[in-house]
Every structure is written in C-alpha cells, then in structure tokens.
C-alpha cells in the first residue's frame, strides 16, 4: 500500500515539475535569446522539407516500379505479402535516398538551432560554407548513418500506410461511382 502510494506521489511530483520546466524552459528562451528563437532554424527547415519530401515521394515511385519488376515482387497486386514487401522496401529506399541527399541542410538547420549565445552560424550559406571549410565534405555528412537508422523504417511504414489507405480509399471510390450509375 505504501509503495502505491509513494509511485502515485512520484508521478504527480514529475507531472508538476515537467509542467513547470516546460514554462520555466520557455521563460529562459524568451529571457536569454529573445522570443524570436523560438523559430530559430524554420527557414533552413522549410528549405530542407521541400527537397526531402519531393526526393522522398519521386524516389518512392522510382524504386515501386523497380521492385515491380522482380520475380515473385511483379504480382504484388495479386498477394498482399509481395504487395506489403513493395511497399515498405520502396518506402524504405525512398527515405534512406531523399535523407542522403538532403542532409547537409538537415545538419545545418540542428546547428543553427543549436547556438544560444555565441553566434557562429549567419545563415545557411554562411553555415554550409564554414563546415565544409572547416570539417570538408565529410563534415557535412556527419551523423547521416545514425538518421538513416531511423529514417529508413520510418519513411518505409509512413509510405506504406499511405499506399494501403490510398488504394482503400481509390477503391471504395469505384465502388461508389459504380453504384451510382
């Protein structure tokens, strides 16, 4: 009884004091850096999204097609399993490959949102050109094999959720047009 008592205290100790160093975190933001930083690092994010995601979604429909063409994979529409097996192979192709390549702005837009104090970084030039005179080309591409770990089954569940609702959704559209008429 005492011990459900003391893990029920524990849990309203850490409920308030996450809450209150979600504010107090807020408050030293706006105190230390201005109100500002609170977006600091949106526009190289915008910038890094709008490459990702159409790499992603091309990539995506690239490598569907190629995987369509091997044995076993080219009756996908016939056996979920092969269909399944496409989709998440694709998906996972798709992320490792727009992930590559778009991962200098990826690193750029953590640096940036890093600096609290000193300012080291000006912009995205300004930081893309200094890691890559100070660090080379491999500066730029730091960390990637540690993203590619999560992006790759994450892109590759993301796209195959998406397949599977799309085809349900085309479907039950015919259905529907069909009745219709």
């Known amino acids: 009884m005492q011990t459900e008592a003391r ?3 524990m849990h309203s100790d850490v409920a308030t004091r996450s809450k209150a160093s979600i504010w107090h975190e807020a408050s030293r933001i706006v105190y230390e850096e201005g109100f500002r930083a609170f977006w600091k690092g949106n526009l190289v994010t915008i910038a890094h999204r709008l490459p990702y995601s159409s790499i992603s979604f091309y990539a995506f429909e690239c490598y569907k097609h190629f995987l369509q063409l091997i044995p076993g994979l080219d009756r996908h529409r016939e056996y979920a399993s092969a269909d399944i097996c496409v989709r998440l192979i694709g998906g996972g192709l798709a992320g490792i490959t727009a992930a590559s390549m778009t991962y200098p702005l990826d690193l750029v837009r953590r640096r940036l949102a890093a600096q609290m104090k000193t300012i080291y970084y000006r912009g995205i030039s300004h930081a893309l050109c200094a890691i890559y005179r100070d660090e080379g080309i491999k500066g730029l591409y730091e960390g990637l094999g540690a993203t590619l770990l999560g992006v ?11 397949e599977t609702l799309k085809s349900h959704w ?7 047009c069909t009745l219709i008429r």
Do not use: E, H, N
């Open 7 to 9: 893990v029920q205290g």
């Open 152 to 162: 790759g089954p994450s892109i590759a569940i993301s796209f195959s959720v998406y």
């Open 170 to 176: 085309q479907l039950q559209r015919r259905q529907k």
